[in-house]
């Protein structure tokens, strides 16, 4: 991205993006491998996960508001001008 965080160079934006969707395909593959594994080893019954899918989406979701939040909070609370969302983080 450009030094005065204008408008982000596509390329590297582009990059960012397909990088984020291989790290998640590779994530998902290897959830899906050890949900198997602990189904074949009778650890888990088939539907025990999407049973317990809920309550961990809950936890999950908290747990990613509050890292959301610590991050906005640093991009927000910099003293440099150029920062993303100086100004929208000081509104709240």
Do not use: C, K, W, Y
């Not at 582009?14 to 050890?34: K, N, P």
């Not at 317990?52 to 991009?75: F, N, Q, Y």
Request: no cysteine.
């Amino acid at each position: 991205m450009s030094e005065n965080f204008g408008i982000p160079d596509p390329e590297r934006l582009a990059g960012l993006v397909f990088e984020l969707a291989s790290q998640l395909h590779a994530e998902r593959a290897r959830r899906i491998a050890l949900e198997q594994a602990l189904v074949s080893a009778g650890v888990l019954a088939a539907g025990d996960v999407e049973a317990a899918a809920p309550a961990a989406r809950s936890e999950t979701s908290a747990a990613l508001d509050r890292a959301m939040h610590g991050l906005l909070r640093v991009m927000a609370e910099s003293t440099d001008p150029r920062t993303p969302i100086r100004h929208e983080g000081r509104a709240r």
